[in-house]
């Protein structure tokens, strides 16, 4: 008689890694404490409070700074595998340059590091979470050409310092959000409107000093640290709107994905080419005799092809594509679409809203977009640098989490089983409860509840938290969703 014994249908593969991150600006404080220098962010929202939703902002958030003892002590509750958290830079290098490191700074993440690798937790290092040091935003910041070896030299400074115990380095956070997105709006810090001008100066800078860290982790630190390192690139899902909105969808894409990845990933390098062509286009009609998007060198596609070790992706919504018409309203922040390509970006009914205006839920947008990268740039490693969900409830209960968190991981199940796609880790944002950027303390991420109210910052397990352990624990998604809330976990 053989007995089967179906196991392991909801298991996570063996080596998976679980973590959960969090980023400087958004829980350290302590913004000028000893020589640390502002940054766009400290300098963007003193000047301009009321464009907070609570008129609030990031001048002592979580206070991790003092209080990162007790975040390590929750990423050792949730059993986490690593910790992704990010290095202010006018922390480290308070002048923008690598020729002065401060003390404290440097002391602050060697302890932070040394006090996770104590517990078994990987520390998982982003090198920019936003935050570049205001004196090399007035020397044009992004826009500058400059800022790729500004931002190198920082890399190396970093990697010199901690490279011997962090194996996994994010260099940028998201670029889409601190360049298309910030350049178009002026919301997001530096406050800048230069809409197809700056944004794509920023873009591709970025891209070049992307490529130029990794180079340096590459040539000077791999051989002897063997670490990984790529960038982490938010993504929205696009679906298109009707069966002919699939072109325009297509071109989308390459526009919001593409241009922070291609040159990157794929095997030609460079501008998405259909993207190049249309602002080509474009800047010929508009009387210009260059294209606004800045070319690349033959040499800088070659130095940055390749430059990648891993597909770092932060999922959280989804939008459909049309082609704009006279006359649509305008869509949910901050996708409102590109007039550069005409397109209309807007997102289905059915698909439940969260807290914040951008956020509308369609878990299986991730499994299509694990597809599509697997699709487009090959069969390489990706890993889920965040993924989480928002609410206004600041409450402990919060199964409305746990729900997003089931659905979500159930969809990477199905993507690494299904479809072959080969996901390694996944990253729950975030932590703790923390700036929310534009939505301030409003909106809540946090698998732990934190009290602004209390000078001490305390905080609290969510029943997310709760669950999300129980997942880390048993390797798989055959958990029960019932869980209780304690104080304890
Ligand atoms: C990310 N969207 O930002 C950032 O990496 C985090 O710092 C941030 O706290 C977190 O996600 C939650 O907002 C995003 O419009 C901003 O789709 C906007 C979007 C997604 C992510």
């Known amino acids: 008689v053989s007995v089967y014994i179906v196991v392991g249908s909801r298991d996570f593969p063996p ?5 959960a991150a969090t980023a400087a600006y958004q829980i350290e404080g302590a913004w000028n404490v000893s020589d640390k220098s502002p940054s766009v962010w400290d300098k963007h929202i003193h000047a301009h409070p009321e464009r907070v939703i609570d008129v609030s902002n990031g001048d002592i958030a979580c206070d991790s700074y003092n209080k990162w003892q007790r975040d390590v002590e929750i990423a050792r509750e949730l059993g986490l595998h690593f910790y992704r958290f990010s290095i202010a830079w006018s922390r480290l290098l308070p002048k923008g340059y690598a020729n002065y490191i401060s003390e404290a700074g440097k002391k602050y993440y060697n302890d932070l590091i040394d006090a996770l690798l104590e517990k078994g937790i990987e520390p998982l290092v982003t090198l920019y979470h936003w935050d570049l040091p205001q004196s090399l935003q007035d020397l044009g910041g992004w826009t500058n050409p400059l800022v790729s070896d500004w931002f190198a030299d920082y890399a190396r400074v970093a990697f010199s310092l901690y490279g011997d115990r962090v194996k996994t380095w994010i260099t940028l956070n998201e670029p889409v959000m601190y360049c298309d997105i910030a350049y178009n709006t002026a919301v997001l810090a530096p406050g800048i409107y230069s809409p197809g001008r700056g944004s794509f100066l920023c873009n591709k800078h970025s891209i070049i000093a992307h490529a130029k860290a990794w180079r340096i982790y590459d040539e000077e630190f791999r051989p002897k640290y063997n670490g990984k390192i790529s960038l982490a690139n938010q993504i929205a899902w696009l679906e298109p709107a009707t069966e002919e909105d699939i072109e325009i969808t297509d071109i989308t894409r ?94 289905k009914p059915e698909w439940k809203s969260a807290a914040t205006k951008w956020f509308f839920i369609y878990p299986e947008g991730l499994r299509k977009q694990l ?27 919060d199964q409305d989490r746990i729900q997003y968190y089931k659905d979500h991981l159930e969809q990477v199940l199905l993507s690494i089983k299904e479809d072959g796609v080969k996901v390694t880790g996944y990253t729950a944002w975030t932590l703790i409860d923390n700036f929310e950027w534009m939505d301030g303390y409003k909106s809540k991420f946090g698998l732990y509840q934190v009290d602004f109210e209390d000078p001490e910052r305390k905080r609290t397990p969510r029943a997310s938290a709760h669950y999300y352990a129980s997942i880390i624990k048993s390797h798989s998604l055959d958990v029960d969703v019932n869980v209780k809330i304690s104080d304890e976990l």
Request: charged letters at 25%; a negative charge; hydrophobic letters at 35%.
């Open 15 to 19: 080596g998976f890694k679980f973590g």
């Open 254 to 347: 390459q526009f919001l994905i593409g241009m922070y990845s291609h040159p990157i990933f794929s095997k030609e390098g460079g501008w998405p080419p259909v993207i190049e062509k249309i602002i080509a286009e474009k800047s010929k009609k508009e009387g210009l005799n260059h294209s606004r998007l800045p070319p690349f060198t033959q040499e800088e596609i070659e130095l940055v092809r390749g430059t990648y070790d891993f597909f770092g992706f932060n999922y959280y919504t989804s939008r459909t594509v049309a082609t704009a018409k006279e006359g649509d309203k305008i869509g949910p922040w901050p996708y409102t679409g590109s007039s550069d390509i005409g397109v209309h970006l807007t997102v």
């Open 371 to 397: 597809s599509w990268l697997k699709k487009v740039y090959g069969d390489i490693e990706i890993f889920i640098t965040e993924n989480g969900f928002a609410s206004y409830d600041s409450g402990l209960d």
